[in-house]
């Protein structure tokens, strides 16, 4: 697999894993573009040799801002449970180091268990929920936050 930058050439590809991983509220494909265009965000997407997707995920960071936002990561189907996601969320997490941040927000859908466990295993803490958040589903956002210390700073070296 190659973790690589990803850009508007790769919002087709994208939007198959935002539809198929996020099938009740994912984003629209404008929003995603615009997202992929953004100054202020940094997309990655994980392909295999052929070029094929099987993750993706962006952050909102601002250099020398003091926090920034995953907005979201997503694995294929078929290629969860190999520490992809995991994989995927330590490279947002070394570029809101590199870009200067000293904390890292998130929501996650609260009936999202597996996304849920990997971010706590990887420090994040609740600091608040979103009711209702997610629609049509009604389904809560946790919001969660990871302060990005000398120790989670050591561990992504």
Not at 10 to 24: G, Q, R, Y
Not at 82 to 97: I, P, S, T
Request: glycine residues 8%.
């Amino acid at each position: 697999m190659i973790l690589r930058d990803a850009g508007v050439g790769d919002l087709a590809a994208i939007m198959a894993l935002e539809h198929a991983s996020f099938p009740t509220d994912a984003w629209s494909e404008n929003t995603m573009a615009d997202e992929l265009a953004s100054p202020h965000t940094q997309y990655v997407i994980l392909v295999d040799e052929h070029e094929t997707a099987h993750g993706y995920a962006g952050l909102r960071v601002l250099s020398g801002s003091p926090d920034s936002d995953v907005q979201t990561i997503a694995v294929a189907a078929e290629a969860r449970g190999r520490g992809f996601g995991r994989l995927l969320l330590h490279e947002l997490l070394r570029r809101a180091v590199d870009a200067g941040a000293r904390e890292v927000f998130l929501d996650v859908r609260d009936d999202n268990e597996p996304a849920r466990a990997l971010y706590v295993s990887e420090g994040f803490e609740e600091i608040g929920r979103r009711p209702r958040y997610y629609q049509p589903d009604d389904v809560d956002a946790v919001v969660m936050r990871l302060a990005l210390t000398a120790a989670v700073k050591e561990k992504l070296t």
